[in-house]
């Protein structure tokens, strides 16, 4: 079981269901913010781990479209979506791949946002009274806030990815009814709307023009002849997956730390 489960099981624990005689608690500043603020946050980066984890097979499958056509999609049942195979993207499989990736983004803005207002709450940001606390407590926030960041990045590379797709869509969606329009008529022959030319087209520039200075990447020192920009961010997404793994583990050892000073919360029976 990965570390950064063990901590939200650990930091859960802290809000177990008390025995049947009534307590009163008196609860340090350091296991309240845990169990109202920090466990949280963590199950909601437990589920942007999970959402992020999709996007590497989506990348995979856009490729394959790419090579080999439509085909099946790489992810579950569950994941697979439709979309008008209308757009400029060049088959059905890239389409899928896409709406795919599309849906992603909403949940993993909205846990982010979320994540990112708890760790900025007054609670853990102002001093508690108890410096052992709030020293412990800017620790855990400070690395929260750094696997978050890695998280975010994640994001951004899968939106900008999408984003980058739909602009080359609306770029090239109306040229093929303009080369139809332009065409002279001629009663002898039917005027087909032609598609756009897949040469011509390059969605990766999302309808600009490619810098004519660019380097070609099989140029650079290790990379190999099959590089393309879509590979390039499959691998940036599966680096930023290690990486928030790391950071979560740090986390992780952090709450734990914490976690273990509320195990014996002073309590006195209710009279």
């Given at each position: 079981?990965?570390?950064?489960?063990?901590?939200?099981?650990?930091?859960?624990a802290?809000?177990?269901?008390?025995?049947?005689?009534?307590?009163?608690?008196?609860?340090?500043?350091?296991?309240?913010?845990?169990?109202?603020?920090?466990?949280?946050?963590?199950?909601?980066?437990?589920?942007?781990?999970?959402?992020?984890?999709?996007?590497?097979a989506?990348?995979?499958?856009?490729?394959?479209?790419?090579?080999?056509?439509?085909?099946?999609?790489?992810?579950?049942?569950?994941?697979?979506?439709?979309?008008?195979?209308?757009?400029?993207?060049?088959?059905?499989?890239?389409n899928?791949?896409?709406?795919?990736?599309?849906?992603?983004?909403?949940?993993?803005?909205?846990?982010?946002?979320?994540?990112?207002?708890?760790?900025?709450?007054?609670q853990?940001?102002?001093?508690?009274?108890?410096?052992?606390?709030?020293?412990?407590?800017?620790?855990?926030?400070?690395?929260?806030l750094?696997a978050?960041?890695?998280?975010?990045?994640?994001?951004?590379?899968?939106?900008?990815?999408?984003?980058?797709?739909?602009?080359?869509?609306?770029?090239?969606a109306?040229e093929?009814?303009?080369?139809?329009?332009?065409?002279?008529?001629?009663?002898?022959?039917?005027?087909?709307?032609?598609?756009?030319?897949?040469?011509?087209?390059?969605?990766?520039y999302?309808?600009?023009?490619?810098n004519?200075?660019?380097?070609?990447?099989?140029?650079i020192?290790?990379?190999?002849?099959?590089?393309?920009?879509?590979?390039?961010?499959?691998?940036?997404?599966?680096?930023?997956?290690?990486?928030?793994?790391?950071?979560?583990?740090?986390?992780?050892?952090?709450?734990m730390a914490?976690?273990?000073?509320?195990?014996?919360?002073?309590?006195?029976?209710?009279?």
């Open positions: 079981m990965r570390a950064a489960f063990a901590v939200l099981a650990g930091v859960l802290l809000g177990a269901s008390p025995p049947p005689t009534i307590y009163h608690v008196v609860t340090r500043p350091l296991c309240a913010q845990l169990h109202d603020r920090i466990a949280p946050a963590i199950g909601m980066m437990l589920q942007n781990d999970t959402t992020i984890k999709k996007g590497p989506y990348f995979k499958q856009y490729n394959l479209g790419a090579l080999y056509g439509s085909g099946p999609s790489t992810n579950s049942q569950n994941d697979r979506v439709t979309r008008d195979p209308g757009g400029s993207t060049s088959n059905m499989s890239q899928i791949a896409l709406l795919g990736m599309e849906n992603l983004i909403r949940p993993l803005a909205n846990n982010i946002i979320a994540i990112q207002t708890i760790l900025d709450s007054p853990l940001t102002k001093p508690t009274g108890r410096e052992d606390d709030d020293r412990r407590l800017s620790e855990i926030r400070a690395k929260l750094q978050l960041a890695v998280q975010n990045a994640s994001l951004d590379i899968i939106s900008g990815f999408v984003d980058t797709q739909q602009m080359a869509d609306l770029q090239h109306g093929g009814y303009i080369s139809s329009i332009a065409q002279p008529d001629s009663s002898n022959a039917s005027i087909s709307t032609p598609a756009p030319n897949p040469l011509a087209v390059n969605p990766n999302a309808g600009l023009p490619p004519p200075y660019a380097i070609d990447p099989a140029s020192p290790g990379l190999t002849l099959g590089y393309n920009p879509v590979t390039r961010l499959q691998d940036a997404l599966t680096w930023t997956i290690s990486e928030a793994q790391s950071r979560e583990n740090e986390a992780a050892k952090a709450v914490s976690a273990v000073l509320c195990g014996n919360a002073p309590a006195s029976p209710a009279p």
